[in-house]
């Protein structure tokens, strides 16, 4: 069901049509850079029928020479809860997400890069409607913005792309975009309920009034969690409009607010987990350890054609967060306002047999954190005096180019260069002991991208690339000083990393489609997570080292009967250290924490009839290492979930009843493990789950 190898091979009468269809005369915006505006018009079924614009211009997927692949609404409208990342990409290989709490909380990596964080996403960039969810850092906390039944489309780039968004993509980037202003039904709510106390709710709206587009949404989540004290609720809602000046000028405002709470149940050790897996660590509950996160956003981007070969794109947005987290050794109140804007020109000349596509721009970010800790003195009681008080400035610099080359005879390239320079200044208000940990923390780095293809025909397509990455500390990793409460941790670099990549796409017949990559990755100074005997509840961070990762990435699709469809992505990894001293000694060879060398997921989609749709799918891991000394494991396990479907049309209103289970046979398994000293590093997964949901749609 994934677009992109849908567009790959096979044709599908019951396809949805685009909502502007192919006929349509092309306004001047349009046509300036087509790839990018005209998506939707394109031929649905071969390698050129989808067109990317996850690499900073639009592009047919035949000619991007990257692993990408695009989850489309019909994929997304098959999760179970809509509520985590998870859901939404569990079938991009290549990528893994640990789920800690079976709620929001999530971890992500893509191939191994940020897998050793200790929640949210770190060298990931993570773009909503084109607004920025990192802050200059390249840090993205846990996806709190997003209201997944209000995302339409996902691209996700895999490998190495600080060349196009700076250190916070180093390893790939998330390109997320809500339901189209003025498009689709003009009214839709939902209601989910299952298993352990989980509800959600959603009411979209969207339409035209002047001429003008608008898209609103409401959602709202809520749940026990599968273990003690891992209660969650999150509201979420965003507002976006299509606004058209002029033939030329396209605008997009968006307004956006998220609340959010959840309870946190931190990692078992071996005897907690043998004793009562569904308990909290008794840290979490003596502290009352738990999250709250309430961020307002506002954004304007648009794009301006200046000729039919010219196109500016910008925006500028601004994040203004208040924060509050309550850990066994103090709590932490944090205010931060985040500012930034980007600016791209981009211009089509050729030259000869050669056609450019040029593009050149800067980002540009800024945050202003004020933050402070009080003790806690249990339950999440504050002690009068303050351990830390202190304000953080940070601004976040990018400029790049780009060229997007047509070669003739079907061969295809990009080359991307950039520069980028993140400066953090702390002041210490406090001075406690009269000691001021006032400091800076600067990181800049050029890096480069150069990517071929060739494709002679619109089902095979042949790509290779190579790129380098520049994971500069974030915010979390930098405000953790293992020399006081409060200052930097001084001792960071930023990691570094270079690959190379191979890669195919092909459709084979009208009936099996697939997309391959290979990749080889080393990095140098890696990021890895420690503890100290004086503050033993904190968790810090340091250079751990270097690493060599070789993986294989697949998704494969097969239709042998019409009403039968087979999916299946999986990922072979082997990411070892290559040079490490650590608390363990030397680790070179060692398998790094927390990455399975097998990952398979599998779809089984069977129409019924009109309207009734069955699915049975599987997730499979193999085991992996808890911590850098390859002396404890978790056993590898595969989970069975189920599906049921059923579209009802009611005169002037489209009805959907969904039943889905989750973990059917009730395997018990390890969702996430923390590669901690201490043993407190296992976060058991949830047992058999059951979801039905109801989804009402005014056309």
């Not at 009734?612 to 000394?629: E, I, P």
Request: a neutral charge; aromatic letters at 8%.
């Amino acid at each position: 069901m994934y677009t992109l190898l849908l567009c790959c091979c096979l044709s599908c009468p019951g396809t949805s049509q685009p909502t502007i269809q192919a006929d349509t005369p092309a306004t001047p915006a349009q046509k300036a850079v087509p790839a990018r505006a005209r998506s939707d018009t394109l031929p649905r079924f071969d390698l050129m029928g989808i067109v990317v614009t996850v690499a900073r211009t639009g592009i047919p997927l035949r000619e991007n020479p990257a692993a990408t692949t695009v989850v489309g609404g019909a994929d997304l409208r098959t999760m179970p809860r809509a509520l985590a990342v998870d859901e939404a990409v569990r079938l991009v290989p290549g990528v893994k997400v640990d789920n800690q709490a079976d709620g929001e909380r999530v971890h992500m990596s893509i191939r191994g890069q940020g897998i050793l964080s200790e929640r949210g996403l770190r060298g990931i960039k993570v773009l909503q409607d084109g607004i920025p969810l990192n802050d200059p850092t390249g840090f993205a906390p846990d996806l709190y913005d997003v209201d997944w039944s209000n995302i339409d489309r996902i691209e996700v780039l895999r490998g190495p792309g600080a060349a196009l968004y700076g250190g916070g993509s180093t390893a790939g980037v998330l390109n997320l975009m809500t339901t189209p202003a003025g498009a689709g039904p003009s009214m839709a709510a939902e209601a989910r309920t299952g298993s352990h106390g989980f509800q959600k709710y959603g009411l979209r709206s969207s339409g035209r009034v002047g001429g003008a587009g608008y898209q609103l949404s409401f959602g709202r989540a809520l749940g026990d969690g599968y273990r003690e004290h891992t209660a969650f609720t999150a509201t979420n809602l965003y507002a976006k409009g299509d606004v058209r000046p002029s033939e030329r000028l396209q605008l997009t405002p968006v307004v956006a607010w998220t609340g959010f709470f959840n309870e946190n149940a931190e990692g078992l050790n071996l005897a907690w987990l043998a004793e009562d897996r569904r308990q909290a660590n008794p840290d979490a509950v003596v502290y009352n350890e738990f999250q709250r996160t309430k961020r307002f956003t506002a954004g304007l981007s648009g794009r301006y054609a200046a000729g039919d070969a010219t196109a500016v794109d910008f925006n500028a947005y601004l994040h203004d967060t208040r924060y509050l987290e309550p850990v066994p050794s103090s709590v932490q109140h944090r205010s931060l306002v985040g500012p930034g804007a980007t600016l791209q020109l981009t211009h089509r000349l050729g030259t000869g047999g050669v056609a450019h596509t040029l593009g050149a721009g800067t980002d540009v970010q800024w945050q202003a954190i004020d933050e402070y800790r009080r003790a806690n003195l249990g339950l999440a009681r504050e002690g009068a005096a303050r351990l830390s008080d202190e304000t953080i400035r940070q601004a976040g610099l990018g400029v790049f180019l780009l060229d997007r080359l047509d070669l003739g005879g079907g061969w295809g390239g990009m080359v991307n260069v950039r520069y980028d320079r993140i400066t953090n200044r702390l002041t210490d208000h406090l001075r406690s002991g009269g000691v001021d940990l006032s400091g800076a923390a600067d990181f800049d780095r050029a890096t480069a991208r150069l990517g071929l293809t060739y494709s002679r025909s619109p089902r095979l397509s042949l790509y290779a690339n190579w790129g380098q990455g520049f994971l500069p500390p974030a915010t979390e990793e930098l405000g953790n000083n293992p020399a006081a409460p409060g200052g930097f941790n001084g001792a960071l670099t930023a990691a570094l990393s270079r690959g190379e990549e191979l890669g195919a796409r092909a459709a084979i017949g009208r009936s099996l489609a697939f997309d391959l990559a290979l990749f080889h990755l080393e990095t140098r100074g890696d990021f890895d997570r420690y503890r100290i005997a004086a503050r033993p509840l904190e968790t810090f961070y340091r250079n751990g080292g270097n690493s060599r990762r070789l993986g294989a990435e697949l998704f494969a699709r097969w239709q042998p009967l019409a009403p039968v469809t087979v999916e299946g992505a999986y990922t072979g990894s082997r990411f070892l250290y290559r040079s490490s001293t650590s608390a363990y000694g030397d680790i070179t060879g060692k398998w790094l924490p927390n990455s399975p060398a097998h990952q398979l997921m599998t779809n089984l989609t069977l129409d019924v009839r009109p309207g009734l749709s069955l699915g049975a799918g599987s997730d499979s891991y193999s085991r992996w290492y808890v911590d850098a000394s390859n002396l404890t494991s978790v056993n590898g396990y595969t989970l069975w979930n189920a599906r049921a479907t059923w579209r009802i049309p009611l005169p002037g209103l489209d009805c959907e009843l969904s039943v889905q289970g989750r973990n059917l046979t009730g395997v018990r398994y390890i969702a996430f493990t923390e590669p901690d000293p201490d043993g407190n590093s296992y976060q058991p997964g949830p047992e058999r789950e059951l979801f039905t949901g109801l989804r009402l749609i005014l056309p």
